[in-house]
């Protein structure tokens, strides 16, 4: 039986809601293996909208068990009122249906602070994150002092992982000026929230374990973008976790073998939120139409988001680093109509041409793209439900795109409908 892991090729916001909903429905178990509620996934299922942050996206399906694994931070007052939510939309549910490793880490009130303090201060460069304590949550994790789910059930350990970590941060919000924490109210509030979150916890990878042997199909639902990787993103302005395909294991509990197929979605064009390196950017007509068409503004914090072509160099090298099997391609309508397309094919960096994206972040601001120029199409893609109903020109811009990353579509998104996809080949495959 097939597992699969998807994840965002470039710099997130790639479409990920419609393709996740798509196989979650053939898949058993959906599960979140990084990221937190900085993540904003939309799904239209039989015409209703959910907007899911924090959940994997199988809780919006009859049926299915979601997980959020250790990788995951996890806010639980966000999580909390995501689940009111969607239950006042009609949707169930349970400690049968939601498993939250006991494992993962808590994002507390003083790490979205925290997170928004530094980014409003002028003297450091802002990353242009989404405010949400991510990073502060992350670094307390590796720091060895964030708050855990399991901690939760005893209320002494709770109290020394509480002194623990407002050791650190007292010292360090003095240092910004903040006023210290109220180490009573915070333990208050940590009690009062531990009967709600404390029924989903479960050691998730024994319950990944038997569903793999089980031969139930897993789908391991990534977040953000290749791009934003700790590791291999467009460091330091990437997020705080490692969003790339290997970290589907890691993040769940589960050995390197467990993903069968990677799944990397990535947009006929390119956009990013927030700040950093983006080397097709466009500040001109054809960036605020690609704006336009494409709805580029956040589900999570409503921003607009900065648009450029379609970035091969970039999609190759991510391609390479999840070791995607094939891609899904979303949004191709949004080119439609289109005089002349570019792709970019290298980069031209003082004189030299690269094929890749150098690491050092101020060589990556000062690359220069090379492109290719391509006839655009006239008529519509929007819909298209087989290779028939495509233009030749759009063909011919998928049949490039495949060539230039090195990796093969195996599916084609034309429109938010959950039907206009043209499947070539099967990441569940047998
Ligand atoms: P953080 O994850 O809130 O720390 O933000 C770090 C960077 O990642 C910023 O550039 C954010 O705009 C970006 N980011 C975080 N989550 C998402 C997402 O779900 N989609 C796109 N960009 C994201």
């Known amino acids: 039986m097939a597992n699969v892991a998807v994840i965002g090729a470039q ?30 996934h939309t799904l239209v299922i039989d015409g209703t909208t959910y907007k899911l942050h924090a959940l994997p996206s199988g809780v919006v399906r009859r049926g299915k068990l979601s997980i959020i694994g250790n990788g995951v931070v996890l806010d639980p007052w966000h999580l909390i009122r995501e689940i009111e939510g969607l239950r006042g939309q009609g949707v169930d549910i349970t400690p049968e249906t939601l498993m939250i490793a006991e494992n993962t880490p808590l994002i507390l009130p003083f790490h979205g602070e925290l997170d928004r303090a530094r980014e409003s ?129 890691t993040g769940s509990g589960m050995g390197p073998d467990a993903v069968d197929f990677v799944l990397g979605i990535v947009k006929a064009y390119t956009t990013r939120v927030g700040e950093g390196p983006f080397p097709t950017e466009l500040d001109d007509a054809d960036g605020a139409r690609l704006g336009t068409r494409g709805h580029e503004f956040g589900t999570t914090t409503g921003r607009q988001r900065r648009c450029g072509w379609f970035d091969a160099c970039l999609v190759r090298q991510t391609a390479a680093i999840s070791g995607m099997h094939g891609i899904a391609l979303t949004k191709l309508d949004v080119l439609d109509g289109f005089d002349r397309l570019r792709i970019c094919v290298a980069y031209d960096l003082d004189g030299e041409r690269l094929d890749h994206l150098p690491t050092a972040s101020e060589a990556q601001a000062r690359c220069v793209p090379i492109y290719e120029e391509m006839d655009g199409w006239s008529d519509s893609t ?47 495959r047998d």
């Not at 393709?19 to 509620?37: K, P, T």
């Open 11 to 40: 710099w997130g916001d790639e479409g990920k809601g419609k393709l996740v909903d798509w196989l979650s429905e053939r898949a058993d178990v959906i599960v979140r293996f990084q990221g937190g509620h900085n993540a904003g």
């Open 121 to 249: 201060q002028t003297s450091v460069a802002r990353i242009g994150t989404t405010g949400r304590g991510i990073g502060p949550a992350y670094e307390d994790k590796v720091g060895r002092r964030v708050i855990r789910v399991a901690d939760l059930a005893d209320r002494r350990t709770l109290s020394l992982r509480v002194d623990r970590a407002l050791t650190h941060h007292n010292a360090l919000r003095s240092g910004l000026g903040l006023t210290a924490i109220d180490r009573d109210a915070l333990i208050a509030e940590l009690e009062a929230v531990a009967p709600q979150i404390l029924p989903y916890a479960k050691p998730v990878w024994k319950e990944l374990d038997q569903a793999r042997r089980r031969g139930r199909r897993i789908l391991f639902e990534g977040a953000q973008g290749a791009l934003l990787d700790i590791d291999f993103g467009t460091y330091p302005y990437v997020t705080s976790s490692n969003v790339v395909a290997g970290q589907a294991a």
């Open 382 to 428: 929007r819909g298209a439900r087989s290779w028939a109903d495509l233009p030749a020109g759009a063909i011919k811009y998928v049949r490039r795109v495949e060539e230039l990353i090195g990796c093969p579509v195996a599916l084609l998104s034309t429109s938010p409908e959950r039907e206009d996809t043209i499947l070539v080949t099967d990441p569940f």
